[in-house]
C-alpha cells in the first residue's frame, strides 16, 4: 500500500509549471536560440539533456558534462532555471550545483539505489513513470525517494507502452486525478514522449490541463526536423507559442 506522501513541493497555483527545451543539449548556438525564445514567452524552466538514454547505443549519447556547462550558460545569462537528466549516480556531484530540478527519466525510475541517493539531497526531484509501471510502481518509487527525507517530488506521466503502436506511448490521463486523490504531490504531464508525434502536442497538453495537471514538458527545437534527437515530437517555436497561449487560457478555465 502507497503512503500519501505528506508533503510536496510548492507548485504555484496560479500558472502551470511549464517545462520546456530540447530532447538533447546539442550545441551553445542551438540552446542559445531555444532559452532566448523561450524566456521572451514567459518560460521559467528550461529542459535539456546532457546525458542521454537513447535506445540505441549508436544514436546521440548527448554532450554529458559539456552539455551541462552549456546549461550553466544559460542559467547565467537569462536567469532560467534549469531541468536535466542524470543517468548515473556517479555524475550527481559534477552536475548538482548547475540544475534546479533534477529529472529521472522513464528508464531509471527502477533503479532503487539511485532513487534512495536522490532522496538524500535538498532539490527538486522530476520523477517520470516508468515505460512500464503501474500507478502503484510509480508511487513506490517516489516513495523510496521520500523516505530518504527529500519530498520535493514531482511525478511526469510521460505515456506508457501498450499494444498501440501509432503513437510512441500511450499518455495516461486517467493517473493526473488518480495521483491527484492517492497524494499531495505536483504531476506535470510530458505529451511529447507520450505520444511521439507533433501534432498531437498541442491536443494532447490541453487535455492533461483540463484533466488537472500541475504543468507540462514539452519540447521545443528551433528546426525539428534537424534535431540530433526526438525531432518529430519537437514543436517549433511558432506551433509552441500557439500551443503555450491556449494551455495558459485553459488552465484559467478548469
Ligand atoms: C527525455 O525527457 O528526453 C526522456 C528521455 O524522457 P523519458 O525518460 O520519458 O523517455
Ligand atoms: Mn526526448
Known amino acids: 500500500m502507497v503512503k500519501k506522501i505528506k508533503q510536496g513541493p510548492k507548485v504555484n497555483i496560479n500558472q502551470p509549471l511549464i517545462i520546456a527545451g530540447p530532447c538533447s543539449v546539442e550545441n551553445y548556438d542551438i540552446m542559445d536560440k531555444t532559452v532566448k525564445f523561450l524566456k521572451e514567452l514567459g ?6 539533456g546532457a546525458f542521454k538514454p537513447r535506445t540505441s547505443p549508436y544514436s546521440f549519447q548527448g554532450l554529458g558534462m559539456e552539455g ?5 550558460d544559460m542559467k547565467k545569462k537569462y536567469g532560467v532555471k534549469i531541468v536535466s537528466e542524470i543517468l548515473d549516480i556517479r555524475d550527481l556531484e559534477e552536475m548538482i550545483d548547475s540544475i534546479d530540478i533534477i529529472q529521472v527519466g522513464s528508464r531509471n525510475m527502477y533503479n532503487y539505489p539511485l532513487l534512495k541517493e536522490l532522496g538524500r539531497i535538498k532539490k527538486p526531484i522530476l ?8 500507478i ?19 511525478l511526469c ?11 510512441r506511448n500511450t499518455l495516461d490521463l486517467n493517473c493526473v486525478p488518480v495521483v491527484k486523490q492517492r497524494t499531495n504531490l505536483a504531476i506535470i504531464v510530458d505529451p511529447s514522449h507520450g505520444t511521439g508525434r507533433r501534432e498531437l ?24 526536423d534537424n534535431a540530433l534527437s526526438d525531432g518529430f515530437q519537437s514543436l517549433n517555436f511558432e506551433e509552441f507559442k500557439d500551443t503555450y497561449n491556449k494551455v495558459i487560457s485553459t488552465y484559467h478555465c478548469v
Open 43 to 48: 518560460i521559467e524552466y528550461i529542459r535539456g
Open 68 to 72: 551541462i556547462e552549456i546549461l550553466e
Open 201 to 224: 502536442v498541442k491536443p494532447l497538453s490541453l487535455a492533461a490541463i483540463a484533466a488537472g495537471a500541475d504543468g507540462l514538458l514539452i519540447e521545443v527545437h528551433p528546426d525539428p
Open 136 to 154: 502503484d510502481e510509480w508511487l513506490n518509487a517516489a516513495e523510496y525517494i521520500a523516505l530518504e527525507g527529500n519530498t520535493d517530488i514531482i
Open 157 to 167: 506521466e510521460r505515456g506508457i507502452r501498450t499494444f498501440e503502436n501509432y503513437t
Open 127 to 134: 520523477l517520470k513513470r516508468g515505460i512500464s509501471a503501474t
